[in-house]
């Protein structure tokens, strides 16, 4: 079921933000939902406007691989991009 907001005479999209979803940082999300509106900037009583949930994500305390502070158990002066070893060098000089 989709939700509505009716506006009230001389509100903006951000005060229907924080009224809507509790915080102003939501108005692009609302303008988002509510593209016939864009041009508005302080609305007159009676505009339906689409209110939608905010999609949620659920936040990990994870880090990434690259992130998480872990010692390289390699030599420091080893790149770890290189391919080409010492040991390579040795079998083409045979």
Request: proline share 6%.
């Amino acid at each position: 079921m989709a939700k509505t907001y009716t506006t009230i005479q001389g509100e903006t999209w951000d005060e229907i933000a924080y009224k809507v979803y509790g915080g102003e940082e939501y108005a692009a999300f609302l303008m988002a939902n509510n593209y016939p509106f864009l041009d508005v900037l302080v609305f007159s009583a009676g505009t339906v406007l689409n209110t939608p949930g905010i999609p949620w994500y659920e936040e990990s305390d994870e880090l990434p691989p690259w992130r998480t502070g872990a010692e390289d158990d390699g030599d420091e002066d080893e790149d770890p991009y290189d391919d080409y070893s010492s040991e390579d060098e040795a079998e083409d000089d045979e």
